[in-house]
């Protein structure tokens, strides 16, 4: 069965120290992969997505993220952190052509 | 930039009331999506749509959900006899034809007392 694992609910980082949030997918085959992020009040915004091309791709707003197969992990990176950063994140799998299979999500806090 | 949009934002309402939640997609695109996402836990699929039928369902959408296409714009979510259980944000997205990326609306909180 293909799923999602985000490693961390939540993440606290310094405003200007580097960002990582964890996600793990398990699937059959090679998948497509993306990043959401949701700010409060506002809908799910895509960040960044992995199609079987680059394996690591760049996102909006300096994020990117390294597609590995044989850690089967695309994790969600950002060199320096900024206070507008703070949000909700979703590693995603989409399923087949009609749904998504959302992680758990983890919610980044920055300190100033 | 084309967005997503749902209404209302907040919908509060009585155990076994109807509630019919809206969305008006992207304008082009062809594909229509309903998620949930019960506060503290993760989002799930609910139902997509497209060509004025449902492609695929969840365990969830049991026959207390629908979906309709009511005109050319708008997309919506009806709950027949709402539980307390249904309380959740729902979120609606579309997708245009041949594109896995899904566009999403700022989601519709539900509370059900």
């Known amino acids: 069965a293909q799923s999602v694992t985000q490693l961390d609910s939540h993440v606290s980082v310094s405003e200007g120290t580097p960002v990582l949030l964890r996600c793990n997918y398990s699937?059959?085959?090679?998948?497509?992969l993306f990043w959401y992020v949701q700010h409060p009040n506002k809908g799910l915004q895509l960040l960044l997505k992995?199609?079987?091309?680059?394996?690591l791709v760049k996102g909006i707003n300096g994020f990117e993220a390294e597609f590995k197969k044989s850690e089967t992990s695309f994790h969600l990176t950002k060199p320096s952190a900024h206070m507008s950063d703070a949000a909700e994140y979703f590693c995603?799998?989409?399923?087949?052509?009609?749904?998504?299979?959302f992680g758990t999500g983890t919610r980044l806090k920055v300190l100033a | 930039e084309p967005e997503v949009t749902q209404t209302p934002s907040h919908q509060v309402t009585q155990m076994g009331q109807e509630v019919i939640l809206h969305c008006v997609p992207i304008?082009?695109?062809?594909?229509f999506y309903w998620y949930r996402q019960i506060l503290g836990q993760k989002v799930e699929f609910l139902v997509s749509?497209?060509?004025?039928?449902?492609?695929?369902k969840s365990e969830i959408f049991d026959d207390q959900f629908s979906v309709e296409r009511p005109d050319g714009s708008n997309f919506t979510l009806k709950i027949r006899s709402t539980k307390l259980e249904d309380s959740a944000m729902y979120f609606c997205?579309?997708?245009?034809?041949?594109?896995?990326?899904?566009?999403f609306g700022p989601g519709t909180r539900l509370t059900v007392t």
């Open positions: 997205a579309s997708s245009g034809v041949g594109q896995y990326e899904q566009y």
């Open positions: 699937s059959s085959y090679s998948p497509s």
């Open positions: 992995y199609t079987s091309a680059a394996t």
């Open positions: 995603v799998l989409p399923s087949g052509t009609y749904k998504y299979i």
């Open positions: 304008s082009n695109h062809l594909y």
């Open positions: 749509f497209y060509n004025n039928e449902i492609s695929e």
